[in-house]
C-alpha cells in the first residue's frame, strides 16, 4: 500500500525529486488515466504548500476541456479551447504560468480566492490529452522551479496512463 511521505526540504528541485518518485510509486502497475488523475490530483494537493486548487481537465472532441478528478471547491466543469488560462494553456500547447490571474485577460474565476495560476498541458505525442491546473490564493506562488516540476509530474501522469 502507498503512504504518502512528508518532504522537508526547503530545496525546490530536491523536493519535486521526491514528489516524483512518490508518484512514480503510486501510479506504479496502474494505467487507468482516471483513477491516475485522482491519485496524482491528490499527491499534489496535499504536497505542495499554497494551493487551493490542484486537478485536472480532459480535452474531448470538440475542442472543449471537461473537468476531471481534482482536489479543491468545486469547479467550473467547460472550458473552451483557447478561454481562460487553461484554455490557452492547449491552444498555445506550453505551460501558462500567471502571477496575478486578475491581470490575466479572460480569465475564469471558479473560485474568487484563486490569485496564481500555473497550467501544464498533458502532451501525449502529438496530441493533447488536457491540462493539469494548480492554483494558489497567494499572488506570485508559483516560479520557474514550480513549473519544470509540475511539467515532470505531468510527464510521469502521461506515462503511466499511456501504457498498455
Not at 480566492?113 to 498533458?122: G, N
Not at 511539467?151 to 501522469?157: D, K, M, N, V
Request: charged share 25%.
Amino acid at each position: 500500500m502507498f503512504a504518502a511521505r512528508t518532504i522537508e526540504t526547503s530545496d525546490k528541485a530536491e523536493f519535486y525529486r521526491e514528489l516524483a518518485g512518490q508518484l512514480e510509486a503510486l501510479l506504479a502497475g496502474e494505467t487507468d488515466a482516471i483513477a491516475n488523475a485522482a491519485n496524482t490530483a491528490a499527491l499534489i494537493y496535499h504536497s505542495v504548500a499554497d494551493l487551493n486548487w490542484a486537478g485536472f481537465y480532459f480535452l474531448r472532441e470538440n475542442d472543449e476541456l471537461v473537468l476531471g478528478p481534482f482536489q479543491g471547491k468545486p469547479a467550473c466543469v467547460r472550458i473552451a479551447k483557447g478561454k481562460g488560462v487553461c484554455g490557452a494553456a492547449v491552444e498555445r500547447r506550453e505551460p501558462v504560468l500567471v502571477d496575478d490571474v486578475l491581470a490575466f485577460p479572460g480569465h475564469i474565476a471558479c473560485d474568487r480566492a484563486s490569485r496564481s495560476e500555473l497550467v501544464m498541458p498533458l502532451i501525449a505525442g502529438e496530441g493533447i490529452l488536457g491540462v493539469l491546473d494548480l492554483d494558489s490564493p497567494h499572488p506570485s506562488r508559483f516560479d520557474a522551479q514550480d513549473q519544470i516540476g509540475i511539467q515532470w509530474l505531468a510527464e510521469i501522469y502521461v506515462a503511466a496512463s499511456m501504457r498498455d
